[in-house]
C-alpha cells in the first residue's frame, strides 16, 4: 500500500461547481500535512496546511480525519485559474514530506 | 527574497554519460531536499540535507547518484552514468530549520536520457 494515496482524476467541472479532494495515507504516526498545488510543467507551492481542527482559506477547505487516516480539500465556487494538480503530502515520522500522486482538476467555462 | 532555483532547467544526455544538477536554496534555509518526479507517477523523495549534513539518503536509487551540500549552502545531484530510467523532472526543495516549515521548491531540472 503506498504512503499516500489520491484519486489521480481527472475531475472535469464547470466554473461555479464545488469539488472534493481526499487523500489517504497509510503511517498512523503521521504528524503535518499539506495541500499543494502544481500548475503544468511547473514547480509544487503551498496551498494550505491542514490542521485537526480543520481550516478554511477563502473558498478553499481543508479537512483532516485521523480515525480513517485522510485529509480532503473542499474548493466551492471553481475558478477557470483552479486548474491544476493538487498533491496531497504528509509528514510521517521519519519529518520527510511525502507527496501522493496529485488529483488534476480541470474546470472548465 | 530569491527563491529556490536549479540549473539547468532541462539537460538531455546519452545513456553512460554523467550529469551533474544544481540547486541553490533560499538563503538561510537549512534544510534542503531533492526529489523526482518520473513521468505518471508521484514526486518521489531521494534525500535531506540540514545543513552540510546527510540526514536522510534512503531514497536514493543506487549508487549512480551522488548528493552534496559542500558548506551547508548549494547542492549537487550527480548521475553518473545515467541509465534509461533515470529520465524524469528532478526537484529540489528548501525550508527553514526545524520540521514543520513549507517547503519552497525550485523549477526543476527535467532530466532526459536517451
Known amino acids: 500500500r503506498k504512503e499516500v494515496e489520491q484519486d489521480p482524476g481527472p475531475f472535469n467541472v464547470p466554473e461555479g461547481a464545488t469539488v472534493a479532494f481526499n487523500c489517504t495515507y497509510s503511517?498512523?504516526?503521521?504528524?503535518?500535512f499539506f495541500w499543494y498545488r502544481q500548475d503544468c510543467r511547473k514547480e509544487p507551492k503551498l496551498l494550505m496546511s491542514?490542521?485537526?481542527s480543520g481550516n478554511e482559506d477563502g473558498r478553499f477547505t481543508a479537512q483532516l480525519n485521523r480515525a480513517s487516516q485522510y485529509i480532503s480539500l473542499l474548493i466551492r465556487d471553481s475558478k477557470l485559474s483552479d486548474s491544476a494538480t493538487y498533491l496531497c503530502v504528509v509528514k510521517g515520522g521519519s519529518y520527510i514530506p511525502t507527496f501522493g500522486r496529485g488529483t488534476s482538476l480541470i474546470v472548465h467555462p | 527574497e530569491a527563491g529556490v532555483t536549479q540549473f539547468p532547467s532541462h539537460s538531455v544526455i546519452e545513456k553512460g554519460q554523467t550529469v551533474t544538477l544544481r540547486c541553490d536554496p533560499i538563503s538561510g534555509h537549512d534544510n534542503l531536499y531533492w526529489y523526482r518526479r518520473v513521468m505518471g507517477k508521484e514526486i518521489k523523495f531521494l534525500l535531506h540535507f540540514v545543513k552540510e549534513s546527510k540526514q536522510d539518503e534512503s531514497g536514493m536509487p543506487n549508487n549512480r547518484f551522488l548528493a552534496e551540500r559542500t558548506g551547508g549552502t548549494y547542492s549537487t545531484l550527480k548521475v553518473q552514468p545515467a541509465e534509461l530510467e533515470d529520465s524524469g523532472v528532478y526537484f529540489c526543495?528548501?525550508?527553514?530549520?526545524?520540521?514543520?516549515?513549507?517547503?519552497?521548491f525550485g523549477e526543476g531540472s527535467r532530466l532526459t536520457v536517451l
Open positions: 491542514v490542521y485537526s
Open positions: 526543495a528548501s525550508s527553514r530549520a526545524g520540521d514543520g516549515g513549507e517547503l519552497f
Open positions: 503511517n498512523s504516526a503521521s504528524q503535518s
